[in-house]
RNA sequence: GGCGCUAUCGUCUAAUGGUAAGGACAGCAGAUUUUCAAUCUGUCAAUCGGGGUUCGAUUCCCCGUAGCGCUGCCA
């Protein structure tokens, strides 16, 4: 490679299976290293083995892509490039340098390979345990060490960013560009992204697949800082990045050379994160599909109800569930009601002070700071003590769980009717 | 088995010859609160082992050990 020339990246999937989230982060590393190089990011499908490519997984794989919001300079099929590969193949056969046993074989040297890893260093492999590899089953069915190191070429990739399991590809490929008296390009293996048992992570440890990340309601921005700090951080204690911030700061010098485990923990963290910075407006938008198919709310309102909750919950999907209560009638066992070890005769009469000082409260102050204030004053005087005397039961019957929101905003977002109408239920429910 | 790669709190990591080994997530405790969540404060917790090199090693070298990866007419 030449001093000047352009840095040029490639992630190259083969649509065999849906989009895996180490993909997805290799993908993130090759992006934002030519982003910060200012170069190009060239997606190129490997789709070479008919039998098992199949045009959902790359479609899988292209949403994905942009789900992430990464878009690439140039998009290749090897499927469509056999005359390609066919000319050099031929080239090969003739100059000796492969043979024909049954399917085309790459006649290995047998030597000692070294190359320089961007992350790792010298890497040296002794050729020779390698052995003759297949290099394409025949001239127009190139395999995967070969159609790899001749579209690299072809396209001038500067830079193989992809994960450490291909360090014993990486031998052969060098070993092709130098039959075919080309030089190599920069190499950099990527630790693996780990299961919880440090093994490779894969569709035994759980959901593997960006779909699934996707479907569980985690943003794009919260998977791409997590999985960007994973094997990889600037040096200081910045933790939240936006894409822009990452292709600032990104460099291959600083990635881990040891596998990372997937902690689901510090992704949930990062999608709470930016459930909470997301633009109102946005959010509901986006939390419009977990909710209940049939709701005769006003945008304002549901507004309202998802500022409630953003902050209760880590994935989009559990919003359904949280929000529920504002939608549907309630069901509840009347033990719910109970503060402490109040009786019945206590509870009814806190739900009937709750009902008369909210009677007395005009439609157009039902509003959760005019609640408070009113309520909160009620339930000192009610038992100095122990608001909770005259709130619990309250923020029970209007929300039917033992966990939610307070009663004020449940309240103000109800509206008087409803409010007053859930209340009374709950006395009825005493018996 | 062969070859290769790797090794700092439970997890993700910072510190590349001199730090009380720092931060984040999780955990725990406290504050706040009608509940939950959020928030704030505090706290627990690590350099795989053994040799070198050096005045001094997490850091450099060697040997172990362990883990992982590859070992396809898949990519």
Same mark, same amino acid.
């Given at each position: 490679?030449?001093?000047?020339?352009?840095?040029?990246?490639?992630?190259?999937?083969?649509?065999?299976?849906?989009?895996?989230?180490?993909?997805?982060?290799?993908?993130?590393?090759?992006?934002?290293?030519?982003?910060?190089?200012?170069?190009?990011?060239?997606?190129? /499908?490997?789709?070479?083995?008919?039998?098992?490519?199949?045009?959902?997984?790359?479609?899988?794989?292209?949403?994905?892509?942009?789900?992430?919001?990464?878009?690439?300079?140039?998009?290749?099929?090897?499927?469509?490039?056999?005359?390609?590969?066919?000319?050099?193949?031929?080239?090969?056969?003739?100059?000796?340098?492969?043979?024909?046993?049954?399917?085309?074989?790459?006649?290995?040297?047998?030597?000692?390979?070294?190359?320089?890893? /961007?992350?790792?260093?010298?890497?040296?492999?002794?050729?020779?345990?390698?052995?003759?590899?297949?290099?394409?089953?025949?001239?127009?069915?190139?395999?995967?060490?070969?159609?790899?190191?001749?579209?690299?070429?072809?396209?001038?990739?500067?830079?193989?960013?992809?994960?450490?399991?291909?360090?014993?590809?990486?031998?052969?490929?060098?070993?092709?560009?130098?039959?075919?008296?080309?030089?190599?390009?920069?190499?950099?293996?990527?630790?693996?992204?780990?299961?919880?048992?440090?093994?490779?992570?894969?569709?035994?440890?759980?959901?593997?697949?960006?779909?699934?990340?996707?479907?569980?309601?985690?943003?794009?921005?919260?998977?791409?800082?997590?999985?960007?700090?994973?094997?990889?951080?600037?040096?200081?204690?910045?933790?939240?990045?936006?894409?822009?911030?990452?292709?600032?700061?990104?460099?291959?010098?600083?990635?881990?050379?040891?596998?990372?485990?997937?902690?689901?923990?510090?992704?949930?963290?990062?999608?709470?994160?930016?459930?909470?910075?997301?633009?109102?407006?946005?959010?509901?938008?986006?939390?419009?599909?977990?909710?209940?198919?049939?709701?005769?709310?006003?945008?304002?309102?549901?507004?309202?109800?998802?500022?409630?909750?953003?902050?209760?919950?880590?994935?989009?999907?559990?919003?359904?569930?949280?929000?529920?209560?504002?939608?549907?009638?309630?069901?509840?066992?009347?033990?719910?009601?109970?503060?402490?070890?109040?009786?019945?005769?206590?509870?009814?009469?806190?739900?009937?002070?709750?009902?008369?000082?909210?009677?007395?409260?005009?439609?157009?102050?039902?509003?959760?700071?005019?609640?408070?204030?009113?309520?909160?004053?009620?339930?000192?005087?009610?038992?100095?003590?122990?608001?909770?005397?005259?709130?619990?039961?309250?923020?029970?019957?209007?929300?039917?769980?033992?966990?939610?929101?307070?009663?004020?905003?449940?309240?103000?977002?109800?509206?008087?009717?409803?409010?007053?109408?859930?209340?009374?239920?709950?006395?009825?429910?005493?018996?």
């Amino acid at each position: 490679m030449t001093k000047n020339s352009k840095i040029r990246v490639r992630f190259a999937p083969s649509p065999t299976g849906l989009f895996h989230v180490g993909s997805a982060r290799t993908t993130l590393f090759n992006y934002l290293f030519a982003k910060h190089n200012k170069g190009d990011f060239i997606l190129r /499908i490997e789709d070479t083995d008919k039998q098992r490519s199949k045009k959902e997984f790359e479609k899988d794989i292209l949403e994905g892509i942009k789900w992430l919001g990464l878009k690439w300079d140039e998009l290749y099929y090897q499927s469509k490039r056999t005359k390609i590969y066919e000319k050099y193949l031929k080239e090969l056969l003739d100059s000796g340098k492969a043979y024909k046993k049954e399917i085309i074989w790459f006649r290995n040297p047998n030597k000692k390979v070294v190359f320089n890893d /961007i992350i790792r260093g010298n890497v040296e492999v002794d050729s020779s345990v390698l052995g003759d590899f297949s290099i394409a089953k025949d001239l127009k069915t190139p395999l995967y060490n070969f159609a790899a190191v001749i579209d690299d070429f072809e396209m001038k990739i500067s830079h193989v960013i992809r994960g450490e399991d291909h360090i014993t590809n990486t031998s052969k490929q060098i070993l092709i560009y130098e039959a075919l008296g080309w030089n190599p390009p920069q190499f950099a293996h990527l630790p693996l992204i780990l299961g919880p048992d440090r093994s490779k992570l894969s569709k035994r440890h759980g959901a593997v697949s960006l779909t699934d990340y996707c479907k569980q309601g985690y943003l794009p921005e919260a998977m791409r800082n997590f999985m960007a700090l994973l094997g990889w951080n600037p040096g200081d204690e910045r933790e939240i990045f936006s894409l822009k911030e990452l292709e600032k700061e990104f460099s291959l010098e600083k990635i881990q050379k040891g596998g990372a485990i997937f902690n689901i923990e510090k992704l949930n963290w990062f999608n709470s994160q930016y459930i909470r910075k997301m633009p109102i407006k946005d959010l509901t938008k986006l939390c419009l599909k977990y909710l209940p198919e049939k709701i005769d709310y006003k945008q304002k309102d549901l507004e309202k109800i998802i500022v409630l909750e953003k902050e209760r919950i880590t994935k989009l999907f559990e919003m359904g569930d949280a929000t529920r209560f504002f939608f549907k009638d309630l069901k509840y066992d009347q033990n719910l009601l109970k503060w402490k070890d109040a009786d019945k005769i206590e509870i009814k009469a806190s739900l009937d002070k709750s009902y008369s000082i909210l009677c007395d409260i005009k439609e157009r102050d039902f509003r959760a700071d005019k609640l408070k204030a009113v309520l909160m004053s009620a339930a000192k005087e009610f038992n100095n003590n122990d608001r909770g005397k005259l709130l619990w039961p309250l923020r029970v019957a209007l929300s039917g769980r033992d966990k939610s929101p307070g009663p004020f905003e449940i309240a103000e977002i109800l509206g008087k009717k409803k409010t007053l109408e859930r209340i009374k239920k709950a006395i009825e429910l005493i018996k």
